[in-house]
């Protein structure tokens, strides 16, 4: 580990902290239907939409109906990117002219990107055309991105809400999302990555002469646009196979702190924005400071991993050439220009949130490195998390915290003044029941059939990490894989597909529902048995019971993936 290495670590949480408040801030005034600076451009716009669509506006949803519009909304647009993969070798912006995708990897990628996972079971480049990378992955990229903050913004309305019995109108927030938010940010976004050198086309791919004599292919494409909401959105699905880690995607030092900045931006605003609509700030700093403090704890573990290195190159018996080279850290499927301190940092805050965008090979990091981005993912990703997801998520987890506090305390526990009942303590619980199921049941099945152990490349526990990590990167909707492992086959595409849209809609549905109950109730004054939600105690309070639960969840599947392989790792053994 190096000082250089920590002050950039330092200044990227420097620079989300800095935009959290007037994020923040801005996204509270769109969703309240406060002007905003943007309104004079966007507005008319927005009503064209409204007019168009017949959506009115005022009409306010009860939790039930908001539910049923999000989830029709969903099946259309899943439905319609299948249909598009299928189709693509008669659409239009071909140039390669790819044939059409196979059903089972267009179900996958269809339930991939609609459910804002974007895992990818293929290489785009040699799979997508332009049309569908543009209509249909571009798309999906804002829609399920404004579908996760819609969900958001529902539940702190369902919290702020008194005595109401409606959470808002989802087809307004899913507009509003997309015009005031996504789309603005992403068109700067992706002006900014041109000028650092990512190409935005819609050329042929250009064949080239090597000075070896070789022909090379150079792909190219709409590749700017992509990669802005790829990562403002948290999705993570890169135009090329490799990610982050292509010079045509992330080519300088800048543009590669540029999209570590952009997966977290609107996650950490959102905590703002949650105290500015339910009007207790200071609860809505708390909840962020108890996400940076789960941030820096990965962080750091990653880094020390990653620097201290392979002791089995380092080690005294090994050569002496190795043993050198080995020295400054475990430089194994890391891109060179980006380095082991940004290497970790973009492998924790990818994993942090569900975004999946990678700039080096989780694969590849020691064996308690690559258990920070297995390990963050099955802490539901709520260390900032994806765009809405992250907080929906972790205000299940703020439910259960002040349960247990008013367990402990011998009363009815409260929420910035709403009793926490029988029902949402039931929806929270199954929220993380469900999650925690899908990625255990799937793994297990698939680590004992001949359809699961046929696409793993490495032995031992290790093998076990790579299908650990798939489902529940997949369950998580993160989209980044671990690795190592063959899933573009029948049982991959169809599995994780399933765990993909159960992970997103399984557990999109209870905190709407937990939103719905809280707007009916009505607030209940502070007392002194009230257990403040503004303090660094709640804080503490709400890192245990995420980090207890993850444990006690995925401990044991954990040890024996990554922790007996570091073990056996230590005394010499290898996969």
């Not at 900045?261 to 207790?280: D, K």
Request: aromatic share 12%; hydrophobic share 50%.
């Amino acid at each position: 580990m190096t000082l250089n290495g920590w002050l950039q670590i330092l200044f990227f949480l420097a620079t989300v902290a800095l935009v959290t408040r007037p994020l923040g801030a801005y996204m509270a005034r769109v969703f309240n239907g406060e002007p905003t600076w943007l309104a004079p451009v966007v507005r008319p716009c927005e009503r064209l939409v409204f007019r168009l669509t017949g959506v009115d506006e005022q009409h306010e949803m009860r939790w039930t109906e908001y539910a049923v519009s999000l989830l029709l909304f969903s099946i259309v647009s899943m439905l319609v990117l299948y249909a598009m993969q299928r189709l693509q070798a008669f659409l239009p912006w071909n140039p390669q002219h790819f044939p059409a995708v196979a059903p089972d990897l267009a179900f996958n990628t269809a339930a991939s990107f609609t459910t804002n996972t974007n895992w990818q079971a293929y290489s785009g480049e040699s799979t997508m055309s332009y049309f569908t990378q543009m209509a249909g992955l571009a798309y999906h990229n804002f829609v399920s991105a404004a579908v996760g903050l819609a969900v958001a913004i529902a539940f702190v309305r369902g919290i702020a809400a008194r005595e109401r019995g409606t959470i808002g109108n989802f087809w307004v927030d899913l507009v509003r999302g997309t015009l005031y938010i996504l789309l603005p940010i992403a068109i700067v976004g992706a002006l900014f990555l041109v000028s650092q050198g990512v190409v935005q086309n819609l050329r042929a791919y250009d064949t080239v002469h090597t000075v070896e004599g070789a022909v090379q292919t150079i792909a190219q494409g709409p590749v700017a646009s992509q990669e802005a909401i790829k990562q403002f959105g948290t999705n993570g699905g890169g135009f090329f196979n490799a990610n982050s880690a292509h010079p045509f995607e992330n080519p300088t030092p800048l543009s590669n702190w540029f999209a570590m900045f952009a997966i977290f931006a609107i996650p950490s605003a959102l905590t703002y924005t949650l105290g500015r609509m339910t009007g207790s700030q200071r609860h809505g700093w708390a909840v962020w400071a108890a996400m940076a403090f789960l941030f820096v704890a990965g962080v750091t573990t990653a880094y020390w991993a990653e620097a201290r290195g392979n002791p089995l190159l380092t080690s005294a018996g090994a050569d002496q050439t190795v043993s050198a080279l080995s020295s400054g850290g475990n430089m194994e499927g890391k891109e060179v220009r980006f380095g082991i301190a940004n290497t970790a940092l973009f492998a924790t805050v990818t994993t942090d949130a569900s975004c999946g965008a990678v700039n080096g090979w989780h694969d590849s990091f020691t064996a308690l490195g690559g258990l920070v981005p297995l390990a963050n993912i099955q802490l539901s990703e709520v260390v900032f998390g994806g765009v809405g997801a992250g907080m929906y998520g972790v205000l299940v987890y703020i439910i259960l915290a002040v349960f247990i506090a008013g367990l402990m305390v011998g009363r009815t526990p409260e929420y910035l003044g709403k009793k926490i009942q029988a029902f949402e303590v039931q929806m929270a619980m199954l929220t993380v029941l469900v999650f925690s199921l899908v990625i255990l049941a799937f793994t297990a099945v698939s680590s004992v059939t001949t359809h699961g152990t046929a696409g793993i490349f490495n032995a031992g526990p290790h093998g076990l990490s790579e299908l650990l990590y798939a489902y529940s990167s997949a369950a998580g909707n993160n989209g980044s894989a671990f690795g190592g492992l063959s899933a573009n086959t029948l049982w991959f595409n169809t599995t994780l597909g399933l765990t993909m849209l159960i992970g997103r809609f399984f557990m999109l549905i209870p905190p709407l529902a937990i939103a719905g109950s809280l707007s009916r109730k009505k607030l209940v004054p502070e007392s002194s048995g009230t257990f403040p939600v503004t303090t660094p105690l709640f804080s503490g309070l709400l890192v245990g019971v995420i980090v207890i639960v993850g444990a006690l969840t995925f401990f044991p599947a954990l040890s024996l993936g990554p922790v007996v392989e570091h073990f056996l790792m230590q005394s010499g053994q290898v996969f």
